[in-house]
């Protein structure tokens, strides 16, 4: 949170901004805020409840915005969320959860094949970190496991079988 004031302060908005640190599913208060963000991280939400919250926080005409990677395909759901200790979803689903708490979706734009490069380059990065050490067995296998999952983000982004989108759904006026 002190970066948090510190980068409002920096700009000069901190009356503007106050930071609260709390669970996303029972934040509190009403009406409160213009526009909520989820940065790579609604997966670890449970979307329906995180939805009717997020809804009650916003003033009419406001908007969520969420950037996340997305299932398209069954056979990546599982070793996306064993790896990730999370519940990917897909963009069905989070329609379904941000209509029900009665928000309109305004947009959604498949990056998919802007992000694959960013695997790869994680890929080469997991390479050559390891390169020319001597590894534990458990640290053998920690890499193992990174390097696996890591190519399987690129191709599930490369077939489709995994999706990263933009999204946004705003509040009623």
Known sequence: MEWVTRFAAEVGVESQVHAL????????????????????????????QWFR????????????????CFLGSPEYEEPFNDYWHTRIGTIDEYMSAAQEAGLKNDMIDDISNRTEHFWTTTLALIKAEADGKKLTHAEKVRHEASLHVHAL???????GGLLYALMSFSKGR
């Open 153 to 159: 983000v690129r191709q599930g982004l490369c077939d």
């Open 21 to 48: 640190l709390c669970d996303a599913h029972v934040m509190p208060g009403e009406s409160r805020f213009d526009a909520a963000v989820a940065i790579d991280s609604s997966g670890y939400l449970n979307r329906k």
């Open 53 to 68: 919250r997020v809804a009650s926080l916003l003033r009419p005409g406001g908007r969520v915005y969420i950037i996340d």
